[in-house]
């Protein structure tokens, strides 16, 4: 008998919830069909689907009719339902909030249709992460998780609806809020403080929790390794007046948050002098090499995700670690949540992923597998690998088709209302449990740049540096070549941009004027897109952009570097985004200006306007 869409599982019940993964990976076929049958007779009667398949829907039918498609295509429909149209344009099921993908189409953060049900779908799916957990960990019900956890801004659209980051979408939610007691999962931060809409105050009360508490605490962690490490920073910063707090038994005035500053204060509830001397002495170390391991000696993990553009955190993470284990648990998006980690100890780079087939009906196209590897095996972001993704045939592969080693774009039909939907994320598959495959996270498609959740693409990259550029057109400056790298050897990260430049005249002579090139780190900055500067202006997740000169020849040297490597001179194109260390220290060490933005960009929620 097939399990459930949405089975009703006990979290406290770690056995029922290995017997229910192992159900559902061996059914992996079975269930697939049963959610393309199920959404397909909920939403055979909307408007999107009717006009493929004509209100009379044929599974057969559903690849050959229905078109696969990215958020361009799909953003007419979603932005009729946020200006007040019914639900059903696409969905059956009522659309109670749209969430805002990291993201962006013109600028702006894409929106994913969500439901009620979705909620406990997402519910689901965290709850099977602990069962996994407790059969590699043991002792998790003997302490507290302390998990760095935030919300973001919100904007409310002209029908009504919000629209909001996907975990602060269930933060905020009563399946969040109003969750039975689970002892496997106690945070140190009470909810009144994960919820605090002030990052800043919000980060300051869940680090004093957690240090207060540093004797119970079993794991840490936060959603993004970028994240974990901020809280790293912020401790640098922070820590004398956290210690100062804990000695004393009261929290700093400039905690003005109500809910955060008594949900802080019960916790505090005493003067601790002892405690706050024995974290001062940590703090005072000469180095701060293991001191998430000296802080919380109790830990046994750090749980954060470190696939993708987050793996550029590991050797950082490494040194504050003190040995402790990396995990990455889950794989999830906006737009649906997908898959677990079922090895949760296995190294950062052998992280896969198992899909669960009953949270969304899975498609693959297949990539070329040649281009990924010339890629990833230069270190450097080739582009000619994008372009041959572009030109493929959008013939799709089935979740249990696909096939070991093999290069795939994650396509996926979601029960709230995206059909064959291009999620843009490039998975290789390394292996199966049961009858469910497992991938590693390779890369976003198109993606070039991202410290934190930003997401910036070659075409974003290359308008914001045509902007920026026509300031040195008084000057008599070509930018003849750009190159750019993510920076996250300090916290935060930021972005360098490598420029060539030469004189309109014959003269080789290039002086540089320090406030025309500041301008132009800033007029890159107000460029990118909203995701970006709000990371750069409200989160504090992004540094000053910076912009290395470098002098002439430096990207022939590149060139003749990745022909060196296996490129063809004749096929050669410079890489818009460079991650070999190698290549980068070729141009750093022809580099003859270094500016930095003296900006933050402007940002403001995004605010949708009736059409």
């Known amino acids: 008998m097939l399990p459930r869409m949405i089975p009703s599982y006990n979290p406290n019940d770690n056995e029922y919830g290995l017997k229910l993964l192992e159900d559902l990976t061996t059914n992996a076929y079975e269930v697939q069909q049963q959610v393309l049958e199920e959404i397909l007779t909920k939403n055979a009667q909307t408007e999107y689907l009717s006009a493929f398949l004509n209100c009379h829907y044929d599974r057969k039918d559903f690849k050959k009719k229905v078109p696969v498609v990215n958020y361009e295509d799909v953003k007419p429909y979603?932005?009729?339902i946020?200006?007040?149209?019914?639900?059903?344009?696409?969905s059956a099921q009522k659309i109670t909030e749209l969430l805002t993908s990291s993201g962006t189409s013109g600028g702006q953060p894409k929106m994913m249709p969500s439901t009620v049900e979705d909620l406990d779908r997402k519910t689901f799916f965290y709850n099977l992460l602990v069962p996994v957990m407790n059969k590699y960990v043991d002792g998790l019900d003997q302490g507290k998780g302390m998990y760095l956890l935030f919300i973001k801004p919100e904007i409310s659209t002209p029908s009504g609806l919000v629209a909001r980051p996907v975990l602060t979408s269930y933060y905020k939610s009563s399946n969040f809020r109003n969750r039975p007691f689970n002892r496997y999962n106690i945070y140190t931060s009470p909810d009144e403080i994960i919820l605090c809409s002030d990052s800043k105050q919000s980060m300051y009360c869940q680090l004093l929790c957690g240090l207060v508490q540093r004797d119970e605490?079993?794991?840490v962690g936060a959603v993004f390794a970028s994240a974990f490490l901020r809280a790293i920073k912020f401790l640098e910063d922070h820590w004398k007046e956290l210690c100062s707090n804990i000695g004393?038994?009261?929290?700093?005035?400039?905690?003005?948050?109500?809910?955060?500053?008594?949900?802080?204060s019960l916790v505090l509830s005493k003067p601790n002098p002892d405690l706050a001397n024995l974290i001062k002495h940590e703090f005072n170390n000469k180095s701060w090499e293991g001191i998430v391991k000296r802080l919380w000696p109790r830990t046994k993990y750090i749980e954060v995700i470190v696939t993708g553009s987050m793996a550029q955190y590991i050797p950082t993470l490494e040194f504050y670690s003190g040995g402790?284990?990396?995990?990455?648990?889950?794989?999830?998006?906006?737009?649906?949540?997908?898959?677990?980690?079922?090895?949760?100890l296995s190294k950062p780079n052998d992280v896969a992923y198992t899909l669960?087939?009953?949270m969304a009906y899975f498609e693959f196209l297949p990539v070329e597998k040649h281009h990924e590897e010339v890629a990833l095996c230069n270190g450097v972001s080739d582009q000619s690998c994008i372009k041959e993704e572009e030109k493929e045939n959008l013939e799709t592969v089935d979740l249990v088709d696909v096939k070991l080693g093999h290069y795939y774009e994650l396509v996926v039909t979601t029960f709230t209302g995206l059909y064959r939907y291009r999620v843009g994320d490039i998975l290789m598959v390394t292996g199966f449990h049961n009858k469910a495959p497992q991938f590693r996270f390779m890369h976003r498609r198109n993606v070039v740049l991202s410290i934190d959740t930003d997401k910036t693409n070659e075409e974003d990259l290359l308008n914001a540096v045509t902007q920026a550029k026509l300031l040195l057109d008084p000057l008599g400056f070509l930018l003849i070549e750009y190159t750019s790298y993510a920076d996250t050897s300090s916290i935060p990260g930021h972005y360098v941009l490598f420029w060539e430049l030469k004189t309109k005249e014959k003269n080789d002579f290039i002086e540089l004027d320090t406030n025309i090139m500041e301008q132009c780190c800033s007029t890159v900055e107000e460029s990118l897109d909203s995701v970006y500067r709000r990371c750069r202006r409200k989160d504090n997740s992004?540094?000053?952009?910076?912009?290395?000169?470098?002098?002439?020849?430096?990207?022939?040297?590149?060139?003749?570097?990745?022909?060196?490597?296996?490129s063809s001179v004749n096929q050669y194109k410079t890489p818009r985004c460079i991650k070999s260390e190698e290549?980068?220290?070729?141009?750093?060490?022809?580099?003859?200006?270094?500016f930095f933005s003296k900006s933050t960009p402007l940002w403001e929620p995004f605010r949708m306007e009736t059409k």
């Open 82 to 90: 946020a200006n007040g149209e019914p639900s059903d344009i696409i």
């Open 356 to 358: 669960l087939p009953n």
């Open 78 to 80: 979603i932005e009729r």
């Open 542 to 566: 992004i540094g000053p952009l910076e912009i290395r000169i470098v002098k002439h020849g430096a990207f022939d040297a590149l060139m003749d570097f990745s022909v060196s490597q296996g």
């Open 583 to 594: 290549a980068i220290k070729i141009l750093d060490s022809r580099v003859v200006g270094r």
């Open 217 to 219: 605490v079993m794991r």
């Open 324 to 344: 402790l284990p990396l995990i990455s648990t889950m794989y999830a998006s906006s737009e649906c949540y997908f898959g677990i980690n079922f090895n949760p």
């Open 248 to 264: 004393s038994g009261h929290v700093s005035e400039w905690i003005t948050d109500p809910s955060c500053r008594n949900a802080v």
